[in-house]
């Protein structure tokens, strides 16, 4: 889910300072970090990647997703910041906690009885969802929404497309009463005395 490395380090201007700056990468976002004697700050925090830092040891808590290579991302993480401690001339040592995570997605079950499947799939067609589902899942690879952020992505898109659509039913339907009023009008064979009415 999350590649974190350390693409470069820069020491402060003034040399008396303990101080040094990291960037961490994951995907297309970039995260700086401050290390200091006490503690690793990142200003932008995530919860499935977390870093504490005490004068014996750094520990990484890291959330993966299964199917991921755990064995690689931890080499990376701790080629790297070994590297980082050896400019630091520090005694840390580094300590890694890996939780495995899996995506939990209730699944609708529809039977196997193929006059409710073409309901059901019509039901999509005719309510727009399927439209609307397709058109959302382009703006998420487009814009390349993070994951985490995909469900309340979706949410959020779904409830603007339905206050459109109901909006747009609402206009239609006072335009069609409004079309049907004047053909009305047009078609009546005695168009004074409907003047006679609206003047009285």
Known sequence: MYKISILSVTFPNNKNKQDIYCKLSEGDQVYQTKVDMDTITIAKWDQNFNVKQTQSEITFSIHLWKGENKDQLITEIKTKWEQLLTMLNTTQTLKF?????????????????????????????????????????????SKKIDRSEVFTYT?????????????????????????????EVQQDDEPDQFLESQDQ
Do not use: W
């Open 97 to 141: 906690n890996i939780c495995e995570m899996s995506l939990m997605i209730e699944e609708v079950t529809i039977p196997s009885n193929e006059a409710q499947i073409k309901q059901f799939q019509k039901y999509l067609s005719d309510t727009g969802l399927e439209q609307s589902f397709k058109l959302i899942f382009a703006e998420i690879l």
């Open 155 to 183: 949410a959020l898109r779904l409830r603007q497309i339905g206050e459109d659509l109901k909006m747009f039913l609402t206009n239609n339907h006072k335009m069609s009463q409004l079309l049907n009023n004047i053909s």
